[in-house]
């Protein structure tokens, strides 16, 4: 008996995040079951290039997106379950999501002295991570992150709050390299976490360890890390011959075309514009994370709850998180989802508060109160939502996918104008005909020339753009739809046309 309480002890921290996981993500990601499509265009854009690797394509290669190989394959992935929904992409969220809770339950613990606080305050925690404007529409690389970024923040915490001034030992700091390199190939711009979480070490090894060689030697076990985790994709891009296009697309057009080229007084202006946003469109995960700050600061000054240590470490990784994110000075409402992780800190005050005003039998209710406070949190802060409503009828995706079924026409090939995947590649569960499927923002008029191409050749049976007509289709393509979109604050019109049989022009 006494072996079965243990196991359901060690356990049992795991299926609560993985049940608190499925409770959020349900009502947040419109990936769910609850919602009758996920249409925003980035998330179908990766299933469409994940679905083809399985199916001979090489990203980079064949297809062009910007996102890391690693969140293609999880993508990918999901398309095998699924090929034609999100319902494999709600799985990955979810197992996602359960990963990233059971980190913040164990940072909880770091801090917290009763077994029942951390289990109460987890769900609340990720539904307010979850239910942020920047959590988006759901299937974000930032998302597919996070669960990196929370297990290198618990592990930078244990060893400053439990093992410091020793020096980190190298089994951690080649955990940290094998999360960064994950993330690396997420989507590198979250790095700066870990950038900031291998210079602590290194600085702390030197100042408290008194180990200048050790904490060398640490950077280049990091730095293995980083690339034992990055030999799948070299392997996989080496054997396919697409190892410049792999470095071409994602790291040389990401550093060097995607961000701004501003002057320093005009980037900084930009920039603070930017973080305003964020944290006017994220009040409540911001007013955890100023509670998290004002409350580690004090207790470092006052009270022997937090060191220096812990707080300059906070610092950095918080620091270089943001700064690498935003130093482009381009932003989209998700790009600060993983400055979410800073959350959980606001909430440590509360419960040491609750901790001593609550039995051992109460925290029992009030854990199982937890969960439903998670999805009345979710349900009513959420943006999605407001969404929830929409039935496949109200949706263009489903109108056009019905009519190109009902043309006749076998394997269409379809060409998107003016946005991202659409859906219809998802819909349809059909493959791109050629490299720019897709009207990317990186050299737009290079990407609209290069598709024009297969419109006048006749390659493409179809078009669709998205608030504007179609260019360079002449009289060879008709309009045969035009359907509109509006809920909440998402307004847009989108348009299909289809080729008839007139020839090309000279």
């Known amino acids: 008996m006494t072996g079965t309480n243990k196991t359901v002890k060690e356990y049992f921290p795991g299926l609560w995040s993985l049940l608190s996981a499925l409770v959020i993500i349900t009502v947040c990601s419109r990936s769910s079951f609850l919602y009758a499509f996920n249409l925003w265009d980035d998330a179908n854009s990766y299933f469409t290039v994940g679905k083809c690797i399985f199916r001979g394509f090489v990203p980079y290669r064949d297809l062009f997106d910007q996102k890391g190989p690693m969140l293609y394959f999880i993508y990918g992935f999901a398309s095998l379950i699924s090929p034609t929904t999100f319902i494999g992409v709600y799985i990955a969220e979810v197992i996602a999501a359960a990963a990233s809770l059971l980190a913040i339950y164990r940072i909880y613990r770091l801090f917290l002295k009763t077994d029942v606080m951390p289990f109460v305050a987890t769900p609340i925690t990720g539904a307010v991570i979850y239910s942020s404007w920047n959590f988006w529409w759901g299937g974000s690389a930032e998302e597919f992150l996070f669960p990196f970024i929370m297990w290198g923040m618990y592990l930078s915490l244990d060893h400053f709050r439990n093992r410091y001034p020793k020096a980190m030992d190298y089994k951690t700091v080649l955990i940290g390299g094998l999360l960064a390199g994950c993330v690396f190939n997420l989507k590198f711009s979250s790095l700066g976490f870990f950038f900031g979480w291998m210079a602590f070490v290194f600085f702390a090894d030197i100042v408290g360890g008194k180990a200048l060689k050790k904490a060398i030697a640490s950077c280049f076990v990091f730095l293995g890390g980083m690339g034992i985790a990055t030999i799948p994709w070299i392997l996989y891009f080496g054997v396919n011959g697409a190892i410049y296009d792999w470095l071409h697309v994602y790291i040389y057009k990401n550093v060097f075309e995607y961000s701004k080229s501003l002057p320093m007084g005009e980037r900084v202006a930009v920039i603070t514009d930017i973080l305003k946003n964020h944290v006017l469109n994220n009040e409540l995960a911001y007013f955890f994370i100023a509670v998290g700050v004002i409350y580690f600061i004090a207790a470092a000054i006052f009270t022997k709850r937090v060191t220096v240590a812990e707080l300059l470490n906070l610092g950095m990784l918080s620091f270089f998180l943001v700064f690498v994110l935003f130093i482009g000075a381009v932003s989209l409402p998700y790009y600060s989802f993983p400055v979410n992780g800073f959350v959980l800190f606001g909430f440590i005050p509360f419960c040491y508060i609750i901790e001593g005003l609550i039995s051992k039998k109460a925290g029992y ?130 348009r299909l046309y289809q080729r008839n049989s007139n020839p090309a022009t000279k």
């Open 365 to 494: 209710v009030i854990t199982a109160v937890s969960l439903i406070a998670s999805f009345l949190i979710s349900w009513l802060l959420s943006v999605n939502v407001r969404s929830m409503y929409l039935e496949p009828e109200d949706m263009f995706v489903y109108k056009f996918r019905d009519y190109i079924r009902d043309s006749g026409v076998q394997d269409p090939g379809i060409i998107v104008q003016f946005t991202f995947d659409v859906g219809l590649y998802t819909v349809l569960d059909e493959e791109p005909i050629c490299y720019y499927f897709q009207t990317q923002t990186l050299n737009m008029e290079e990407v609209l020339e290069y598709q024009e191409q297969y419109l006048y050749s006749g390659e493409a049976d179809f078009v669709v753009t998205c608030d504007h007509e179609a260019e360079g289709i002449d009289d060879r393509y008709d309009l045969v739809m035009e359907e509109p979109l509006t809920f909440d604050y998402f307004d847009h019109v989108y």
